[in-house]
């Protein structure tokens, strides 16, 4: 696809997933976007967060205790074994 052609393309971005989307896109196309593994992961994210937001403040406090947690490492290796669980 020549530049000028490319620069000239009327696009807009899929308010699900930030993709761009040409608005002359025919329906095979743009049904490909909205079923693909992107589009569909981004959908599945919201939803999970909701999940997460419905949840109990201790519980979803409590799991971010261990991801917040320094990590532990050997004094003789140097190694970081990976997150201190409280």
Do not use: W
């Not at 201790?58 to 490492?73: A, E, F, Y």
């Amino acid at each position: 696809m020549p530049a000028s052609t490319y620069q000239q393309q009327k696009l807009r971005v899929c308010e699900v997933c930030g993709a761009y989307l040409g608005i002359h896109d025919n329906d095979r196309r743009l049904a490909d976007h909205f079923g693909g593994k992107l589009h569909i992961g981004f959908i599945e994210i919201r939803e999970k967060l909701d999940e997460l937001k419905v949840l109990d403040g201790s519980v979803l406090m409590r799991s971010l205790d261990v991801v917040r947690s320094p990590l532990v490492i050997l004094p003789r290796h140097g190694t970081v074994i990976g997150p201190a669980i409280r």
